[in-house]
């Protein structure tokens, strides 16, 4: 059983290029998220879906774009990079309200 | 700013010993507290969780405790081994807006040595 998958695991751009974290999940889980995690701040909700066709803005959002087409897949978009969006980003997904968040092993990003 | 607050960042014990991880909160619409841990190049996995109606769980050698007036919880590794040695972090959220919407504390990274 996979659980989250997240692709690529290590990724350079540069600053104004944009690219894609994919996340995908094997779970059935309705519920996906996307975290990034830096020194000292814990992980933060940057979006996050309930559903396919469902998706809301978590706690730091800007620069970032997210669409859920299908169950499996959350994809996390950069749409122009910038050196504050250097950081390591976490998928999640979850069965339902209170039921663990499954994470994905990170991508970790950084943009110069 | 962070709605969880965790301390301390880092602490080493040695074998055997308790490391505790403090946390605290201002949001009274929180009702369900998980801990994470993370070990280096993973994803965090959940480690226990409690919700305000219990003031202690535990989960093998983990102890979580919990201070509803106080709004403070924390959680106790209980005979530490070195495989314990990793990040730990705290969250809270509200059963109303519960869907995975954690909020996290910073992380602690515990240390154990042989």
């Known amino acids: 059983n996979a659980g989250v998958t997240q692709t690529p695991k290590f990724q350079v751009l540069k600053t104004g290029q944009s690219m894609t974290l994919q996340c995908a999940q094997d779970?059935?889980?309705?519920?996906m998220s996307w975290y990034r995690q830096d020194p000292g701040m814990g992980l933060r909700l940057i979006h996050y879906?309930?559903?396919?066709?469902?998706?809301d803005q978590g706690e730091v959002p800007n620069g970032y774009n997210v669409s859920r087409s299908t169950t499996e897949d959350f994809p996390l978009r950069l749409l122009s990079a910038a050196p504050s969006q250097t950081s390591v980003y976490f998928c999640?997904?979850?069965?339902?309200?209170?039921?663990?968040?499954?994470f994905g092993n990170g991508t970790r990003l950084t943009v110069t | 700013q962070q709605q969880v607050k965790q301390s301390p960042q880092s602490l080493i014990v040695q074998k055997g010993g308790i490391p505790i991880i403090n946390c605290a909160y201002e949001n009274t619409a929180f009702d369900y507290f998980p801990w994470y841990q993370q070990f280096p190049g993973k994803g965090p996995a959940l480690l226990i969780a409690?919700?305000?109606?219990?003031s202690e769980k535990k989960e093998g050698r983990f102890t979580i405790s919990f201070n509803k007036s106080a709004k403070q919880f924390s959680l106790h590794i209980m005979d530490s081994q070195p495989g314990d040695s990793a990040t730990y972090f705290c969250a809270a959220t509200g059963l109303a807006d519960s869907w995975g919407k954690l909020q996290f504390g910073a992380g602690t990274q515990v240390v154990v040595t042989p």
């Open positions: 779970m059935n889980h309705e519920y």
């Open positions: 999640a997904s979850s069965s339902g309200p209170n039921s663990p968040l499954h």
């Open positions: 879906s309930v559903g396919a066709g469902i998706t």
């Open positions: 409690i919700r305000p109606d219990v």
